[in-house]
């Protein structure tokens, strides 16, 4: 059983920036792949982000692209989210999760935890 707690959210204007992070629990967090997902109100929950067990590998939905970093920590078991220049459209909660499988994780099933969320709300 893996928990994940994520910290960081809060309000920012248009074009600010937030640090996301996502604190795990137990000693296999390297053997997760580790993404992240958002979901606005009312909207489906959409993939962010994901990045590899080493970290070595990265992919982002096009949306964020340029903008937001994901980086992970394996000493710490945390995975992080740097996001920049944030847009109204992307207030949401952001969900951090980890995947068990194999090839590169994008969908909701592909995750086996998750944590509670932490809310982002971008002023316009």
């Known amino acids: 059983q893996v928990q994940l707690v994520e910290s960081g959210g809060g309000l920012v204007q248009a074009g600010g920036s937030l640090r996301l992070s996502c604190a795990t629990s137990?000693?296999?967090?390297?053997?997760?792949?580790m993404g992240w997902f958002r979901q606005a109100p009312g909207k489906e929950r959409e993939f962010v982000v994901t990045i590899t067990r080493s970290g070595g590998s990265t992919y982002y939905a096009d949306s964020v692209k340029g903008r937001f970093t994901i980086s992970r920590d394996n000493a710490k078991n945390t995975v992080y989210l740097q996001m920049n220049s944030l847009r109204p459209e992307e207030t949401a909660v952001y969900y951090c999760a980890a995947s068990q499988a194999i090839v590169v994780p994008t969908t909701l099933s592909s995750y086996d935890y998750w944590g509670q969320g932490t809310q982002v709300t971008v002023s316009s």
């Open positions: 137990g000693r296999t967090f390297s053997s997760y792949a």
